[in-house]
């Protein structure tokens, strides 16, 4: 009985061990505040010192690993916390409300960004020998979970492959694959395997969701929207809420005033032309929804953003 208590402990202490190891080697190559790029694609290292007000953020399907500091992460109601041993798996594009509540310069929020490569999940799905987790946990698109020393050693020889680029081309994919395969493995996992497994409701919902993203300025017809997705509309109704917590006439208004805001931000769009070219066909419409969503008419929302230096964000 002892002995099976200290294989736990054991790999407790050899995670907390990992993960200051990994918070290291992140803090060498995200030297930046904010978004590091790298040279392996699809791969970005983060560093935020400051805590931050309540800020809206795009998820796409990805892996956010943190190693230190403290996120919150609102999505449709359900709160998610993450800190220092925790990763943020988005299996969907969805928008949601996004915080950081604790970042300093000495202890600063680091976090690695991994965007999933579906493909390569469903590969990875697709082998027989692929064993079902343990437990599962029903989740939304989004859901939290507690980084293992196998998910955290992979992380760290993804990391030091940038100081060998020679190796990239090589051996990132391999090693992105085993991260996979690591998540997978864990409760949190189940909805990334179900999205990505051909013919589950929540694949066809996740069509539905990628369509409704490339077309959110065109009239929301549900119908139309049910044959993207092969199902019934009140089926369809029922999946995409519990994938963004939303319906789909709210998802697509939050891409639009989402959309919208980034138009004016960031490409200097009076309110009037963003409003007609994310969809909206009343101007006045526009306004109040936006104020009711931002909390501020459309350009002085803007101006407020640009006087504080803000930009529109991505998960990380």
Not at 108 to 117: A, E, G, N, Q, T
Not at 208 to 236: D, F
């Amino acid at each position: 009985m002892a002995r099976q208590t200290e294989k736990p402990r054991e790999r407790k202490a050899a995670a907390i061990e990992m993960r200051k190891e990994l918070a290291a080697k992140i803090a060498v190559h995200a030297q930046s505040l904010g978004e590091n790029c790298t040279a392996i694609p699809g791969l970005a290292l983060y560093r935020r010192t400051t805590p931050t007000a309540c800020y809206l953020a795009t998820y796409e399907p990805s892996l956010t690993v943190f190693v230190q500091g403290r996120k919150r992460v609102n999505l449709g109601g359900t709160i998610y916390h993450c800190d220092g041993s925790s990763f943020l798996l988005s299996s969907i594009d969805v928008p949601a409300e996004s915080q950081i509540v604790e970042a300093t310069e000495q202890i600063p929020l680091l976090s690695i960004f991994l965007r999933l490569d579906m493909p390569t999940v469903r590969e990875v799905i697709s082998r027989e020998e692929l064993p079902e987790p343990e437990t599962s946990v029903k989740s939304s698109g989004i859901a939290v979970g507690e980084t293992t020393v196998g998910l955290l050693g992979a992380c760290s020889r993804l990391i030091e492959l940038l100081e060998t680029p020679e190796d990239i081309p090589f051996l990132s994919h391999l090693i992105q694959r085993e991260i996979i395969y690591r998540i997978l493995r864990t409760p949190q996992g189940e909805r990334l395997r179900a999205i990505a497994t051909t013919g589950d409701l929540s694949h066809r919902t996740a069509r539905a969701i990628a369509w409704l993203r490339a077309n959110y300025a065109k009239p929301l017809h549900m119908e139309e929207l049910a044959a993207v997705a092969r199902m019934g509309v009140s089926t369809l109704h029922h999946q995409f809420r519990g994938l963004t917590a939303m319906s789909p006439l709210q998802y697509q208004k939050r891409l639009r005033l989402q959309m919208a805001r980034q138009r004016m931000l960031l490409d200097g769009m009076d309110a009037t032309s963003a409003a007609y070219e994310v969809g909206y066909e009343s101007v006045s419409q526009f306004n109040r929804e936006y104020s009711r969503f931002f909390g501020l008419p459309p350009m002085r929302d803007v101006k407020a953003l640009r006087e504080n230096n803000v930009v529109p964000i991505n998960a990380a």
